[in-house]
Antibody
Framework: DVQLVESGGGLVQPGGSLRLSCAAS????????MSWVRQAPGKGLEWVAN????????YYVDSVRGRFTISRDNAKNSLYLQMNSLRAEDTAVYYC?????WGQGTLVTVSS | DIQMTQSPSTLSASVGDRVTITCRAR??????LAWYQQKPGKAPKLLMY???TLESGVPSRFSGSGSGTEFTLTISSLQPDDFATYYC??????FGQGTKLEIK
């Protein structure tokens, strides 16, 4: 089965940037759509972005479109989320996901 | 965008009750739907995938049905451990708003 391990979370000031990474193992990474989901403290689950197997299609939730960029490197079995112009409301645990299988999450805190 | 509508948002029930949660997709998603259970302070737990396939280790009192745009999660006889929040999700896409299952 797939294993997904996120990294790159941390504390960042409003307006700052952060790049999340997700290392995948245990299955053929390039065969699957991948996505990022998040959960802000005390809030529900929110899908953030997804990317097609070959990276040719990418989709975003309205609240992050234009600020976040999802990408992947199939040769490295890795998924990324570049987050720019971060806001306090982006504070959340971010999960990398392949269909219904998720990583353990990485916490992003946007605060001055 | 394929957005998901989940209902009810809150459900009050008693141990032993049969409960059903509904999730509707704006467009046909075939059977590409999952259900998750989440308890306070914990990560979501996968219950069901491909709309009706029970994840390994999940009790058989949980069942899922539906395809296309209408889906349901049913708990046949509520147990104390089942009081939690439940979410549906289209694969790699939108979640429902969540259903908080409370003790009556």
């Amino acid at each position: 089965d797939v294993q997904l391990v996120e990294s790159g979370g941390g504390l960042v000031q409003p307006g700052g940037s952060l790049r999340l990474s997700c290392a995948a193992s245990g299955s053929t990474f390039s065969n699957f759509w991948m996505s990022w989901v998040r959960q802000a403290p005390g809030k529900g689950l929110e899908w953030v972005a997804n990317i097609k197997e070959d990276g040719s299609e990418k989709y975003y939730v309205d609240s992050v479109r234009g600020r976040f960029t999802i990408s992947r490197d199939n040769a490295k079995n890795s998924l990324y989320l570049q987050m720019n112009s971060l806001r306090a409301e982006d504070t959340a645990v971010y999960y990398c996901a392949r269909n219904v299988r998720w990583g353990q999450g990485t916490l992003v805190t946007v605060s001055s | 965008d394929i957005q998901m509508t989940q209902s009810p948002s809150t459900l009050s029930a008693s141990v032993g009750d049969r409960v059903t949660i509904t999730c509707r997709a704006r467009q046909n998603i075939n059977s590409w739907l999952a259900w998750y259970q989440q308890k306070p302070g914990k990560a979501p737990k996968l219950l069901m995938y491909e709309a009706s396939t029970l994840e390994s280790g999940v009790p058989s009192r949980f069942s899922g049905s539906g395809s296309g745009t209408e889906f349901t999660l049913t708990i046949s006889s509520l147990q104390p451990d089942d009081f939690a929040t439940y979410y549906c999700q289209q694969y790699n896409g939108y979640f429902g708003q969540g259903t908080k299952l409370e003790i009556k």
